[in-house]
């Protein structure tokens, strides 16, 4: 059986409301609904740090595409799409 940790946090009467009912309507414990949601905010937040570590390294080896050049690729892609 996996190890939990408790954490404890503050959150305005309107979240934990919410989080109630949907608990209720869902038959799930608050403490699932959370744990879900945290699980897949971490996960969203290290896809997006991971991202920008991938732009910040292609931007010290030069492999970066000038600002006018996305906008004119942009541009010809929606004109061929209209």
Do not use: C, W
């Not at 869902?26 to 699932?32: A, L, P, V």
């Not at 997006?48 to 996305?70: I, M, P, Q, Y």
Request: aromatic share 4%; proline share 2%; glycine share 6%.
């Amino acid at each position: 059986m996996p190890k939990f940790t408790t954490i404890t946090t503050r959150v305005d009467p309107d979240l934990a409301a919410g989080l109630a009912r949907l608990a209720e309507e869902t038959g799930r414990s608050k403490s699932r609904l959370i744990n879900e949601a945290l699980r897949r905010y971490v996960g969203t937040e290290q896809q997006f740090l991971t991202a920008v570590e991938v732009g910040k390294r292609a931007l010290r080896a030069g492999a970066v595409v000038d600002h006018a050049v996305v906008v004119a690729s942009f541009d010809r892609i929606v004109s061929s799409r209209a």
